[in-house]
């Protein structure tokens, strides 16, 4: 089983990116073979700073090793090192039909947040499907956001397959019965967990950087304070039961606390007599608990950048073979070879 997933360097990695995604990918890499990478490209649609643009990719890189990565289990990469991807991208935008762009939600929700469109930002979805094809993924863990970017990838996937593989049956992509083709691109599936699939942010929405409601994973403590002591709460009273519907307080705390620990969270909450600041204070100790022994390594990590480049090297050497594979078949079947 091939597992594969990226996570943009458009800003510092926080809550939602790991319970949705990070703590996942960690746990995969003793599954199959692992995958990961910094989606540098992706990230130029909101990044216009080069400086800017070479540090959050190194953040990026540092925190996935700091958070459990191992570089002897999994393959980390930067998304750029891989020059076969931007040419699947092309090839595979040949057979993207433009209405499936238009109907994407990261396009739809920054249109309606007044985001001017760039070409980047309406060809995002077609760069992430060339990601995942490249490397003939099986599994892609991801949040919920991203879930109908991999419906498209198993799309154009198809529609690729049928253009070009002859014999190649929809129904059939392994090519498992008589007379049928294996298609060219592989169809990966997500794998999602439910109970982590949307964070939300300090605000209620999803935790998102570009709603300016994250929780850093390595932001100055004193930030992350002063995050987590403004999260969102109504004016319930001291003594009276809490509401748990959307309430991010209570769902940050259902993810954070040990769940022995939990039980009894959930019990007051629901009877009363504990203020929201008192619940804000124990969500600050439990960010602390998970997240100090990463922040500690981390230190170590940025003390040494040699090293990090090599481990970055040595991704982007084993990533390309694979991704080379995949685009001798492609550059064959639509003729470019
Ligand atoms: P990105 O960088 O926005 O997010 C990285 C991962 O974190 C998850 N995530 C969340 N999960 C739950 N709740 C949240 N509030 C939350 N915020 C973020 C995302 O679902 C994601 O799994 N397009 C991708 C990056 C990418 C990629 C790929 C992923 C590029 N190519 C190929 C997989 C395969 C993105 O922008 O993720």
Known sequence: MRILSGIQSSGRLHLGNYFGAIRQFIELQHEGEALFFIANLHA????????????????VAVAFLALGLD?????????????????????????????????????????ARGIAPDFGLFAYP???AADILAYAADVVPVGKDQIQHIEFARDWATKFNVQYVKGYDPQDPAGLEKGHAKGILKLPAARLQERTAVIPGIDGQKMSKSYGNTIELFGDEKEIKKRIMGIKTDSTPVEAPKPTENSPLYELLRIMAPPSEFAEIDRSWRSGGKGYGEYKKKLLEYFHATFDPARRRREELLRDPGELDRILEEGARRAREIATGVLDAVRVAVGLK
């Open 44 to 59: 130029l649609n909101t990044v216009r700073d080069a400086e800017l643009a070479r540090e959050l990719t190194r953040e």
């Open 126 to 128: 077609v760069l992430m």
């Open 71 to 111: 570089p002897t289990q999994a393959v980390l990469f930067r998304q750029s090192d891989i020059p076969e991807v931007t040419e699947l991208y092309w090839v595979l935008g040949t057979v993207v039909p433009v209405a499936h762009l238009e109907r994407a939600h990261s396009y739809k929700d920054k249109i």
